[in-house]
DNA sequence: CGGCGATTTGATAATGGTCAAGTGCCGTGG
DNA sequence: CCACGGCACTTGACCATTATCAAATCGCCG
């Protein structure tokens, strides 16, 4: 059965981080990926306007959301990683707003909405944590939304490494505060509302600062308090502690 | 009974136009605020940091929700508006990353997780529709971060004068193309990134481009297509199709 | 009438954008 | 194995948008 791969694991892991899953409720989560595919990097999942039947879930790999302007500016509003499910939102808007791309070479996870539905329906609590997912995403825009708003480029940049190293961290995909953080000055600059030139500059002042390292795709983090201060960084917006622990 | 006070009827109205309603959902929903209360203006409703047991629904008046960084900056990441339900990220998330204020004079119902939870339980359908108004807001925020990053000033400011007028026009709070809307221009320099000095400024040519009059509280747009225009204003990340017609 | 907050205006400064060119890195193909 | 091409990164010079600071005016409410 295909949902057995082991691929799913990152889901069902996911999930359990945040409830403490029966083992019904852990037999309907495995029925659930219907169809698991290899995504080269730099494609679009789902696009602007885009009516889907059905959602993903980062599997393996990077993802972003992100926004084109009629001017033709693009913004990236949230990176994705293993365990994701970036486009719930589908599930009761029925068109997109935001695309959906790779930003590395991805293993994805197709869940028909209809399933879902089904899923919500017959287990409230994993509708709940499901639901609890798009808020989570809700509370990353809104952050993100203060990051460009508020920071200036130095903190605001120094807010997205934090941010990211957390989150890696929440996923054991960070050793210690080293991680794999493939993007490029580009895109790092359609995430934080800079340019490119710009990026570089103030990555340049981070690694001065002795803050961080970065080269290539491997970003370690050399300072964490002084980062997390010059970002102004306060993670409580992930809302990493488990349900379980706050009922 | 309190719950059948006249102002619960915005709620209803606004689920209304989402789904239609059968005569079980509409029972069920007039049991939902249990307390309804006036707030002055300028109060917080709820707290950045508080774990509420209950969320709340705007009656009447106009509130927003904001975040202040750990540098006292301040960022308005929303405006609500009658039925407008801003604490709904509480049902399932619960520490609070942002505050949530009345700007005007607010008539508020407040509705205890629990019986939310029980709602969502038994009506599936109802459960949805608050769901989605949660996913709204998750694109309006993902829209004002498109805004704040990557359009200048100028357009900036008229896309969120867009929005506002689309907003009230849906809860039939515009007339035509005016409305009230009682923002100071420090309060809107929050929401859009920008200082009150630079926002003055900018409605003055707002104004000399004889896109808009506003005066006191009273928003009027004389030229719609130029000011959707000047802003590259696309609604369709408020979801205002309702399901209905979408399914 | 007085006072306070909101709006407006002016002068100046700074953050960050634009443009342009050069360097380094890596995979492909001869 | 080396040359080439492309993309990411880096650097410099210059410019524009927007912030900052300060003060004046307006308008409303007590």
Redesign the interface.
Known sequence: MASLASHDYSLVNKIATIIDLTDVERGALSLLPTYITNVRADQDIVRQ?DRPTRSCVVLEGLAC?S?V???G???I?AFHVRGDIPDL?SL????L??SISTMTPCVLGFMPHEGLRIL??NH?RL??VL??E??????I??????N????EAF?RTAHLLCETIVRMQAVGLADGYSCSFPVTQTELADA??MTSVHVNRVLQQLRKAGLINWKGADLEVLDWPGLRQAA?F?P??L?L?P?KL?A
Chains 1, 2 share one sequence.
């Open positions: 306007g959301t926004t302007t009629s001017q500016r693009r913004q509003s939102q009761h808007l029925s068109t707003d935001f919500c329906e409230p509708g709940g639901w609890r798009t808020l989570v995403y809700a509370a825009f809104r952050e993100w939304l203060v460009v708003g508020q920071r903190s934080t509302g102004g306060d409580t917006y809302h502690e349900m706050a």
